[in-house]
Nanobody, 120 residues
Framework: QVQLVESGGGLVQAGGSLRLSCAASGRTSRQYYMGWFRQAPGKEREFVARISWSGVTAYAGSVKGRFTISSDSAKNTMYLQMNSLKPEDTAVYYC??????????????WGQGTQVTVSS
């Protein structure tokens, strides 16, 4: 069992920055892919970014160049640095861990979500 807890969300003005954190606990000895999804009201869940335990990253086109995903294995913590935020980035952001690259298998683990709101 893996537990994930997100933090760092909040309200910012357009053009501002936030850093989200995801702390993992439990059975973290396995090598997981980890990443972030987001979901805005009335919209489908959207992939944001992914990082492997070896450090290989991937981003959605809508955030590439503005967001940076990273991890600190010593702290079992993953981060999402969000710069140049836009109102369309407003969503609940979820941390996810999985043994598969897609992050959405039946055995995936999800955090509770943290709200990010970007005002115009």
């Amino acid at each position: 069992q893996v537990q994930l807890v997100e933090s760092g969300g909040g309200l910012v003005q357009a053009g501002g920055s936030l850093r989200l954190s995801c702390a993992a606990s439990g059975r973290t000895s396995r090598q997981y892919y980890m990443g972030w999804f987001r979901q805005a009201p009335g919209k489908e869940r959207e992939f944001v970014a992914r990082i492997s335990w070896s450090g290989v990253t991937a981003y959605a086109g809508s955030v590439k160049g503005r967001f940076t995903i990273s991890s600190d294995s010593a702290k079992n913590t993953m981060y999402l640095q969000m710069n140049s935020l836009k109102p369309e980035d407003t969503a609940v952001y979820y941390c996810v861990a999985d043994t598969t690259m897609r992050l959405t298998s039946a055995s995936s683990y999800w955090g509770q979500g943290t709200q990010v709101t970007v005002s115009s």
